[in-house]
């Protein structure tokens, strides 16, 4: 379980989150929605440990920062708006996801996982391609499947389809739901309120760095909290 306990969070002197306390229910999806520089990004910046913050994150009942990173980030992924392009290929690519398990030699798992990954999201055919020889829908492919083979409990995602046509956002979609089917809980920042609706359970709304609403899909459409903001 994922909680959050007063989390605070500035750039400069500007306050961009305020005492904002949440929990991201273990095997649900969780749609994080608010209007733009509402604070959404910031969040999850704060929880990946890209971004400074005050209060508390408890992974599993732990604070985070007491986690080592390795075996933090067995528990807990992370992937932002925007990855550089690099040079590597989609199969270097997704291999970085085992990063936190080995340390030298892939393992026959860690090679199995990877190519698990891989074709959980119909990528096989761009295995030797480098990052930047594809299109962008297609690396955001190849950064999914290099979450997936990380393998942690917890996926973390910063509007993940943003660069995506309709066709292929709904398969991304439709493999995390696969995968918070098979057990993982998923917590991603949406700008489509349709695709929020069809694929979370939980919206947390934040509207200027504040908690407006944290509950159940059902809930937040029957209150009009959405409407609302």
Same mark, same amino acid.
């Given at each position: 379980m994922l909680k959050l306990e007063k989390l605070s969070a500035f750039y400069g002197k500007k306050q961009v989150?305020?005492?904002? +306390?949440?929990?991201? /229910? +273990?095997g649900r999806f969780t749609a994080i929605l608010g209007r733009n520089g509402s604070g959404k990004s910031s969040l999850l910046s704060c929880?990946?440990?890209i971004k400074g913050y005050s209060g508390k994150i408890l992974l599993g009942g732990r604070d985070i920062s007491e986690i080592p990173s390795r075996e933090r980030a067995k528990m807990l992924s992370y992937l932002p708006q925007s990855l550089p392009v690099t040079q590597f290929t989609v199969l270097e690519t997704v291999t970085f996801g085992r990063e936190p398990y080995t340390s030298f030699k892939?393992?026959?798992?860690?090679a199995e996982i990877i190519e698990n990954?891989?074709?959980k999201c119909g990528i096989s055919h761009?295995?030797? /391609?480098?990052?930047?020889?594809?299109?962008?829908?297609?690396r955001q492919m190849a950064y999914l499947a290099m979450t997936l083979a990380q393998d942690a409990d917890i996926l973390l995602l910063d509007e993940p389809t943003t660069y995506m046509d309709a066709p292929?956002?709904?398969k991304f979609l439709d493999i995390l739901k696969n995968a918070q089917g098979g057990g993982k809980t998923v917590a991603a920042v949406m700008h489509d309120l349709t695709q929020a609706v069809k694929y979370a359970d939980d919206i947390l709304l934040i509207d200027e760095g504040r908690l407006i609403f944290a509950g159940s899909k059902e809930e937040c459409l029957k209150n009009k909290a959405i409407e609302r903001v």
């Open positions: 989150i305020f005492d904002l +306390s949440a929990e991201f /229910k +273990s929880i990946g440990g892939l393992s026959e798992k860690d990954s891989i074709e761009l295995r030797n /391609k480098k990052l930047t020889e594809i299109s962008g829908g297609e292929h956002a709904r």
